[in-house]
């Protein structure tokens, strides 16, 4: 069983930077599949960005190409979303979820476990 724990989230400005943290507990994580998504009010949730386990592989949804950037760290069981150059359509509530075998990167029920989520607020 994985334990997944987002941090990071906050209240920033247009243009600023964040910083989000998926720390995991329990299972190999290192080998899962790591995704970012993101839900915003009334809207349904969408892919952000997505890891691979050992292979190291990335894919980003479309809104956030150039601008985000997803990394992680096995030694400290942790991947990260870089964003920069934010806007205020990024604002959301962003989760991170994983799964050992992942098909289809982008959807959400390729992955078991997820985290509570982190709010991101971007003013304009």
């Known amino acids: 069983q994985v334990q997944l724990v987002e941090s990071g989230g906050g209240l920033v400005q247009a243009g600023d930077s964040l910083r989000l943290s998926c720390t995991a507990s329990?299972?190999?994580?290192?080998?899962?599949?790591v995704g970012w998504f993101r839900q915003a009010p009334g809207k349904e949730r969408e892919f952000v960005a997505g890891?691979?386990?050992?292979?190291?592989?990335?894919t980003y949804g479309d809104s956030v190409k150039g601008r985000f950037t997803i990394s992680r760290d096995n030694a400290k069981n942790t991947v990260y979303l870089q964003m920069s150059y934010l806007k205020p359509e990024d604002t959301a509530v962003y989760y991170c979820?994983?799964?050992?075998?992942?098909?289809?990167?982008?959807?959400?029920?390729?992955?078991?476990?997820w985290g509570q989520g982190t709010q991101v607020t971007v003013s304009s």
């Open positions: 979820a994983a799964n050992p075998v992942v098909r289809t990167i982008k959807e959400t029920y390729e992955y078991a476990y």
């Open positions: 890891i691979g386990g050992t292979a190291y592989l990335t």
């Open positions: 329990g299972g190999t994580f290192s080998t899962y599949v």
